[in-house]
């Protein structure tokens, strides 16, 4: 016999949830995310290694933005009705806004995804197809190769909406688009 799930869980409609429905979902876990009208929750502890990685890529990456680049951690974006990804870190072109609770694809220049082991097909193929679709012009990859943190780097080609590598990066990371940035990636995670 399957449990029944509690109240909050089911969908406000029968067409099912909607991105705007995060902001009006006091019960769901933090972290939570939707993808096509399903909603995922991060249940599993975060290894210590994404979390410093996260925070040191962030704040490096702050020191590094031009001012009208806002850098922010695990913020959802609202790529269509039905999909509210939260990339680990993005770079938006938008002013700093304490009440904020997501971003549009047009405001945002950068997403990042730092793989785990509960998010690998996510991280991997479903959120960078989506975040392509939506016309996000940059997408960055982390992979922890034997404890080190290895940047894989996409470009949005815009005719066929899908990323192109343009480099992988290993110790060292230093790009030109979307903003100049020079970052020691042995030093993210110590």
Known sequence: MAAE???WMLPPRPSGWEA???DHWPQAPRHTELIEGVPVFRVSPQRN???RLV???TFALRQAAPDDIEVSREMTIRLDRRSRPEPDVLAA????DPDRTRYLP???ALVIEVVSEESVDRDRSIKPFKYAQAGIPHFWRVEDEEGEPVVHVYELDTVTRTYVPTGIHRERLKVSVP????INLGALTP
Not at 179 to 182: E, I, K, L
């Open 5 to 7: 799930l509690p109240e």
């Open 20 to 22: 705007d429905d995060l």
């Open 49 to 51: 290694w994404h979390a």
């Open 55 to 57: 925070e040191n890529l």
């Open 93 to 96: 072109a938008v002013p700093y």
């Open 106 to 108: 047009d405001e945002v």
């Open 179 to 182: 903003f100049p940035a020079d």
